[in-house]
């Protein structure tokens, strides 16, 4: 197939934006989703081809309303980056308020599992069958962070998710993989330059990475053919404090 159709969720920002810039720069037709048009717009005049559509992925009917315009504009959806998601407050864990706990996890999990459910009926459905999910995991789905209960306790989460649309995936030609990223330099993680939380109690500067080397890895993870897949993947500052975390 000559073209190649992707759906980036968490488009107008970050991660988000550098994935959806790298596939359009190699020729992929990218479906731009989030919930703040005004950030979707600049990310698609980064995007040539891209088109923008404004989307709150906790929400059923939006999410199937996405899907749902990525193939009546381009035929078919061959690839999912399930990106969407937020860190929550860090605050402990005595004093994490139920709804703050509630809307980290109806948008890192809930968010990620209506976009995964919509991405697979629509591959399934499609001639030629199949696609591939990449789901953002984190670092923190291995190790957390201090004071991150509800961030941690989803990421974690996706790796199940990962796991299991991997293998109800099989019979339809569908891949999943998941990649876990460390400290990428984006808006999320501007601060840790000045120092941030570890786990013996000190506030300490962390390096950061330059967020395109993700997007290079998730191209790369894309671009495979469907009888081959990156199931997890790593990518991280070389000399972030992950390794050693604890």
């Known amino acids: 197939m000559s073209e190649q159709i992707a759906v980036v969720t968490g488009a107008g920002t970050g991660v988000g934006r550098?994935?959806?810039?790298?596939?359009?720069?190699?020729?992929?037709?990218?479906?731009?989703?989030?919930?703040?048009?005004?950030?979707?717009?600049e990310t698609a005049e980064r995007a040539p081809g891209a088109l923008a559509v404004p989307t709150d992925v906790t929400?059923?009917?939006?999410?199937?309303?996405?899907?749902?315009?990525?193939?009546?504009?381009?035929?078919?959806?061959?690839?999912?980056?399930?990106?969407a998601g937020s860190?929550?407050?860090?605050?402990?864990?005595?004093?994490?308020?139920?709804?703050?706990?509630?809307?980290?996890v109806d948008l890192n999990l809930t968010g990620a599992f209506l976009c995964a459910q919509a991405a697979f009926r629509q591959m399934k459905a499609q001639r030629p069958q199949g696609g591939r999910i990449i789901n953002n995991g984190?670092?923190?789905?291995?190790v957390p962070r201090p004071h991150s209960i509800a961030y941690t306790a989803t990421k974690?989460?996706?790796?199940?998710?990962?796991?299991?649309?991997?293998?109800?995936?099989?019979?339809f030609s569908i891949a999943c993989g998941q990649i876990d990223i460390g400290n990428a330099a984006t808006e999320m993680t501007a601060g840790m330059a000045a120092g941030v939380p570890q786990a013996d109690g000190r506030i300490a500067p962390e390096p950061t990475m330059d967020v395109a080397d993700v997007a290079r890895t998730v191209r790369h993870m894309a671009e495979l053919p469907l009888g081959a897949n990156v199931q997890f993947a790593t990518v991280m500052a070389t000399t972030m404090p992950y390794i050693g975390r604890g």
């Open 59 to 83: 929400d059923q009917t939006a999410v199937e309303a996405l899907f749902a315009t990525a193939a009546e504009r381009f035929g078919r959806v061959d690839l999912l980056f399930n990106n």
């Open 18 to 41: 550098a994935v959806a810039v790298e596939l359009a720069a190699a020729g992929w037709r990218v479906v731009l989703a989030g919930r703040r048009p005004g950030p979707l717009t």
């Open 87 to 104: 860190f929550g407050t860090p605050v402990p864990v005595d004093e994490l308020a139920l709804a703050d706990w509630r809307a980290v």
């Open 138 to 142: 984190s670092i923190s789905a291995h």
């Open 156 to 171: 974690h989460a996706v790796t199940g998710l990962t796991k299991s649309l991997s293998l109800d995936g099989r019979p």
